[in-house]
């Protein structure tokens, strides 16, 4: 539509353009109506998020091509797109995450070609947000300030949580990286220089892989909890049906585990089958939780549900399976009680799992690998306070996010969904608990653009 030539089309902006944000903004444009998309993020270029930003071709996707596309209903249109730069590659290739930032900027140019509707980038940081009878009104952190008809929140991931710990002051020196997905932050550690990494999830490995390249003191160190590290992905086929174990499986995290056991039992021990059939079932089995149910579950069953369920790309694992053997990598399930800077490092005094005594480990350097932190009332980023400060957001009792209506419209602190302003991506585990990964985050994009523009 032309100035003038009929009322003006929706206006809708989207804060984050990492995937979710591009996945809510090609959903919009590709629906073929007239609407004008604003889609905001504090860098360029789009799509890349804390996920694909990485420049090192060793980071790969930790899902393969053929579930890696960002439409769910053309389930291999990542997969066409990887083909076309590369023809060897199949379902079952881990693409790097670099490309698939690529693949996304592409995503958004196709679904600008539809024409119906417009598309305007903005680079820039939204620090606060207001509503009214006539619609909502964006700050921006230079000061300018955009008015919109609706606002859909794709804020993501942000980073690790400080672990509790004695001598917190620690963290705020030059030996502490919090965050190793922010670019360059790893530049601070200098060849030969030990660390400790704190936690051994995912993103532990793709920095035990990135350290070890960057020719660190070894053995590299890294301690978490339960010391566990993530299984690796093997094909692992489900059938048309969920085994009979996990058909209204009881709605306890104790009665959950046993589901699980029992069903990877009548699977012939393929856990990885029991897991994979879950996964359509949780977001409404976590729905159907009270949060003593879900806490229990967090406390207990979590560390094992991470390893299980969030698997690693098998030339990933392997590669520190290889240090690990060879002494390149030692891990201790341990909690860190206390940091001591001293001179020429910091002495960090563990203790080790199921024992009462206390051990000190002597390194340069302490890298956050944690994981994304969801707690909205401690992360500490400034539109998320200032939604909150405004009631205009609800973050849940847990800290995995906020909480929405069935519609994914943030509900205020009122308890009541806003008109105007929606959310997706990770911080959605408080609704769905599954909320992470592409398979399920392209489904909530396509499902809010569809209410936004029905
Ligand atoms: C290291 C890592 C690797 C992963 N690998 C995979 C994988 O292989 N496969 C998979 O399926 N999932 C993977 N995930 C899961 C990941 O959460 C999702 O795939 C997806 O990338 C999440 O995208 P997002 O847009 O919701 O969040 P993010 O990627 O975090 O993007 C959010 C964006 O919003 C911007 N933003 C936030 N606040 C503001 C503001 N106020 N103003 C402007 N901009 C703002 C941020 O700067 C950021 O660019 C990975 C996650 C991580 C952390």
Redesign the pocket.
């Known amino acids: 539509m032309r100035p003038g030539e009929g009322p003006e089309p929706p206006s809708i902006a989207v ?8 996945a809510v903004a090609a959903q919009l444009l590709r629906r073929g109506r007239p609407v004008r998309v604003t889609l ?4 360029g270029p789009l799509g ?5 930003r ?1 420049r090192l071709e060793a980071h ?4 393969p091509a053929g ?2 596309s960002g439409l769910p209903d053309d389930p291999e249109h990542f997969l066409r797109w990887a083909r076309g730069r590369d023809p060897a590659t199949t379902a079952e290739t881990y693409v790097s ?1 670099r490309q ?1 930032g690529e693949y996304l900027e592409f995503l958004l140019r196709e679904a600008e070609g539809v024409k119906a509707g417009v598309l305007e980038r903005v680079v ?4 606060d947000i207001e509503t009214d009878a006539e619609g909502v009104c964006l700050t921006f952190a230079d000061g300018s300030k955009r008015r919109v008809d609706r606002v859909v929140l ?4 942000y980073s690790p949580a400080n672990p509790p710990a004695e001598g917190a002051d620690f963290y705020s020196s030059e030996r502490y990286v919090r965050d190793p ?1 922010i670019r360059g932050s790893l530049d601070v550690i200098r060849p030969g220089e030990s660390v400790l990494m704190l936690g051994t999830g ?2 532990a490995l ?1 920095i035990a892989v990135d350290l070890a390249g960057r020719g660190v003191k070894l053995p590299l160190r890294a301690v978490s909890r339960h010391g566990l590290l993530p299984h690796p992905h093997a094909p692992a086929k489900t059938g048309p049906h969920p085994p009979p174990e996990l058909v209204d499986p009881p709605l306890t995290a104790r009665g959950l585990v046993r589901a699980v056991r029992g069903a990877t039992k009548s699977l012939d021990g393929n856990w990885r089958a029991a897991v994979n059939a879950l996964r359509p079932a949780t977001p409404g089995i976590w729905e159907e939780l009270d949060v003593t149910e879900r806490s229990r579950f967090l406390r207990h069953a979590r560390p094992y549900w991470d390893v299980h369920r969030h698997r690693a790309a098998p030339a990933t694992r392997a590669a520190v399976e290889r240090m690990r053997e060879s002494g390149e990598l030692q891990i201790r399930a341990a909690r860190v009680l206390r940091y001591e800077t001293t001179g020429d490092g910091v002495r960090v005094l563990i203790r080790p799992r199921g024992t009462a005594r206390t051990e000190p480990l002597f390194v340069e350097r302490v890298v956050n690998c944690t ?2 932190s969801s707690d909205v009332r401690r992360i500490g ?3 998320l306070d200032a939604l909150c400060k405004r009631g205009l957001v609800a973050p849940d009792l847990l800290g995995l996010g906020l909480e929405v209506s069935d519609e994914l419209a943030l509900l205020g602190s009122d308890g009541r969904p806003s008109r105007t302003l929606y959310l ?3 911080l959605l585990k408080a609704k769905f608990w599954e909320a ?4 399920e ?1 392209r489904k909530h994009a396509a499902f809010i653009a569809e209410r936004l523009l029905p």
């Not at 804060?15 to 591009?22: D, I, N």
């Not at 790969?60 to 899902?63: A, E, G, I, S």
Request: glycine share 20%.
């Open positions: 804060v984050g353009g990492g995937f979710s944000g591009v905001v993020n504090r860098f890349r998020g804390v996920a694909y990485t790969v996707l930790n899902v579930g890696m995450r698939y820039g940081e939204v620090l794709a804020l993501g991931n997905w995912l993103t793709d994981g994304p980023d400034r539109l997706v991506g990770p992470t990964a592409v398979p985050l």
